[in-house]
C-alpha cells in the first residue's frame, strides 16, 4: 500500500549512494530555499532520459534560486552510471540503489518488470514509478507529485516559475488539512 505524505510534516530520511562515491542525503538547513528531489524509474526508461535531460539543462537556474537537486532511482550502480554517461547528465550527481521500502516510505508507486523496452533495455524486476518533492531546508514537505505511470509529468521550467512566486509571496504549503 503506498501511503501519502502530507505537506508541512517531515518527509521520510534518505541515505543512498552517488555516483561520484558521495551519499544523497537529506541534511537540514542545507538548501537555501528547497531541495528538489526527483526520483526517475531507471535506465530503461526513454522518457526519464528526456525528463532528466531537461533537469540537467535547467540545473544552474534552480541552483541559482537557492534550491539544491538530488536525483535517484533503485537502479544498480551500473545502470545509473550508463543512464548519466549515455544521457549527458553532466551536472546530476545520480543516486541509487533506491530500496522499495524506503520508495514506499515516499509514496511512490512499484511496477514489476515487463520485459524490453521500445529501446532494448531490459527493465528491473521491481522498479519505482516517478516522483518530485519539493522539500523545504526544515526536512518538510513542500509540494509533491506522485505518479503511477511515466507519461504527463510536471514540466521543469514550470517549477522554476512556481518557485519564483512562492520565494516573492512567502506562499504557504498546501493540502495539509
Known amino acids: ?14 541515505d543512498v549512494p552517488q555516483l561520484s562515491g558521495n551519499r544523497l542525503k537529506l541534511v537540514f538547513n542545507e538548501a537555501p530555499a528547497f531541495t528538489l528531489l526527483v526520483f526517475y524509474r531507471g535506465y530503461h526508461c526513454p522518457l526519464c532520459r528526456t525528463y532528466l535531460s531537461e533537469l540537467n539543462r535547467l540545473h544552474d537556474d534552480f ?8 536525483v535517484l532511482s533503485s537502479d544498480t550502480e551500473e545502470r545509473a552510471r550508463r543512464a548519466a554517461d549515455e544521457w549527458s547528465l553532466d551536472k546530476l550527481d545520480l543516486g541509487y540503489g533506491l530500496s522499495e521500502a524506503d520508495a514506499r516510505a515516499w509514496g511512490l508507486y512499484i511496477s514489476t518488470g515487463r520485459g524490453l ?52 509571496k512567502d506562499y504557504p504549503a498546501r493540502g495539509e488539512a
Do not use: C
Request: a positive charge; zero cysteines.
Open 117 to 168: 523496452t521500445s529501446t532494448g533495455v531490459e527493465e528491473p524486476a521491481r522498479f519505482s514509478e516517478p516522483g518530485v518533492f519539493l522539500i523545504r531546508p526544515d526536512l518538510t514537505l513542500y509540494w509533491a507529485n506522485v505518479q503511477t505511470m511515466p507519461f504527463a509529468r510536471p514540466h521543469f521550467k514550470d517549477m522554476l516559475g512556481a518557485i519564483d512566486f512562492v520565494v516573492a
Open 1 to 14: 500500500m503506498t501511503q501519502s505524505l502530507i505537506p508541512r510534516q517531515p518527509v521520510p530520511a534518505l
Open 63 to 70: 541552483v541559482a534560486r537557492g534550491v539544491i537537486v538530488k
